[in-house]
């Protein structure tokens, strides 16, 4: 009787595991298939929902293009010769979202700021709930895991009650 009830008590906490489980980061990449280039589409943030934990990875060309993180002001006037935040040229960059809020990006090569080539992120704290939000792929991560550990745990217990 008592390893039944270890093997409940043990189908429980895995099932708790899960629920209580962090929703993947999920990682974006900057203009899709168009890339982090001139031909960057200025909607690529509609609709998406961006949470402390996810990154950004910007591919473009490091000899044509980079990303600076800008203050509001400079990213308004497309000023980059001010005081960077933070400045990227790899070709390959993967910037984390760390901390909630708006964060400014622009490429500072030429007058590509001043041809659209900049975007704001607003970034929501990642134990915010919003109703309004549609669902994400993590969402369904988290509703498959969830399933699973249902299944599991009703596994176990049922093996536990066969003992």
């Known amino acids: 009787m008592a390893s039944r009830q270890v093997l409940v008590f043990a189908a429980a906490a895995i099932a708790a595991a899960f629920l209580l489980a962090p929703a993947s980061a999920e990682v974006f990449t900057v203009g899709d298939a168009a890339g982090w280039t001139l031909k960057y589409p200025a909607t690529w943030t ?57 964060t400014w990006f622009v490429c500072s090569v030429g007058n590509h700021c001043a041809q659209g080539m900049k975007f704001l992120v607003v970034t929501a704290d990642s134990t915010a709930q919003s109703p309004a939000a549609p669902p994400s792929s993590s969402a369904s991560f988290i509703s498959g895991a969830v399933s699973q550990a249902i299944a599991a745990a009703g596994a176990v217990a049922a093996a536990a009650f066969m003992f």
Not at 66 to 74: F, I, K, Q, R, S
Not at 80 to 90: D, E, I
Request: hydrophobic share 35%.
């Open 46 to 102: 509609d609709g998406k929902t961006f949470v402390v934990g996810d990154s950004l990875t910007f591919m473009y060309p490091s000899d044509k293009h980079n990303v600076m993180e800008v203050t509001g002001a400079d990213f308004k006037a497309c000023n980059v010769t001010g005081n960077a935040l933070g400045t990227w040229n790899s070709g390959s960059d993967t910037v984390p979202l760390a901390k909630a809020g708006r």
